[in-house]
């Protein structure tokens, strides 16, 4: 299949398959649903909730928080915003909670974000208007910035995450698939590709292939903006990564795969030194200070990948990392 243009978008005809949301005869029912993953991060959650409520020029739209298994779950929280409600969802993972959201949404767009970010003013009235204007597309992604604490001085992770922690053109590009935390699709489109996975893959970017798969038009949208905090440490940011790894060993066959696998940890290995042109031109960072910490975070994190490849090739299973993320 062939990919969309990264900015503008359409790669195949429009989708055929079955009409699905609101009915006609319901007049203020919701035009988008957005579905929120959320475990204990109630304050992100308020302010993510108040950027939904700031929102100029939306459709109908209502936010459906799913509590995947918090200490205390938002009830408060979502109860001081008249468009939302709380539904839980007991099997661990981003992935089903965003699922039992989808199943009862009543939109006929389904948008996705994560609890601690914060959608940009036009995100809805952008997402929709997209869609309406390339009925070819059935799954968007938009930008994705980091919200820094302190954006005169940011943390090495700030500064790697600014440049190389939401590379969301790229994924619909190359890879076939958007990253959940900003992501909007037909709801026809997700009820035939089906519910994300567990906790135990990558549930975004096995949800995006398999919808490529199926050849559904995918597009970036650069003017559906959100902000995102970057992770609080490294380790966290190796988390990430721990799951991303297994995701893709677990798809490695025969002597082949495990050769290729080999070679690409190698590579990794060597590859932020290729990263020097990106670095010098991104407008996401400003400085010099800035970029040195992006360089030393995004040379320790490929070093990490690249031993956690080479583990896994001699001796590792992919099961335990899937466990070793869902850690706070």
């Known amino acids: 299949m062939s990919r969309p243009d990264p900015q503008t978008g359409p790669s195949s005809g429009p989708y055929s398959g079955p009409s699905s949301g609101p009915s006609s005869g319901a007049a203020a029912a919701p035009r988008v649903s957005v579905v929120i993953p959320h475990l204990n991060h109630a304050a992100a959650l308020r302010r993510c909730l108040d950027a939904l409520a700031a929102q100029r020029g939306a459709p109908p739209f209502e936010a459906i928080v799913v509590d995947n298994g918090s200490r205390e779950p938002p009830a408060a929280v979502v109860a001081d915003f008249p468009f939302a409600r709380l539904l839980a969802e007991a099997t661990p993972g981003p992935g089903p909670a965003r699922s039992t959201g989808a199943r009862r949404a009543r939109g006929d767009i389904l948008a996705f974000l994560d609890a601690d970010c914060l959608a940009g003013p036009d995100w809805l009235a952008t997402l929709a208007a ?180 080479l583990g896994l090739l001699l001796r590792g299973s992919a099961g335990d990392l899937a466990g070793r993320w869902r850690q706070t």
């Open 130 to 309: 997209w869609l309406d204007a390339h009925p070819a597309v059935g799954v968007i992604g938009g930008d994705v910035a980091i919200a820094a604490a302190d954006p005169g001085r940011l943390t090495p992770v700030e500064a790697y995450e600014s440049v190389w922690g939401y590379r969301m053109q790229l994924y619909v590009a190359r890879d076939g698939y958007t990253a959940t935390c900003n992501m909007a699709v037909r709801r026809a489109v997700f009820d035939a590709v089906g519910d994300f996975a567990g906790i135990g893959v990558a549930e975004d970017m096995d949800w995006g292939r398999r919808a490529t798969a199926a050849g559904i038009g995918m597009a970036y949208v650069p003017a559906m903006r959100i902000a995102t905090p970057a992770r609080d440490s490294f380790a966290e940011l190796a988390r990430k990564w721990d799951r991303h790894i297994g995701h893709d060993f677990s798809a490695v066959r025969g002597l082949r795969g495990r050769l290729r696998w080999g070679a690409r940890a190698g590579a990794l290995a060597v590859s932020p030194l290729a990263e020097l042109p990106r670095l010098a031109r991104t407008e996401r960072l400003s400085g010099a200070a800035a970029r040195i910490r992006a360089f030393g975070c995004l040379a320790r994190i490929r070093l990490y990948r690249a031993r956690r490849m």
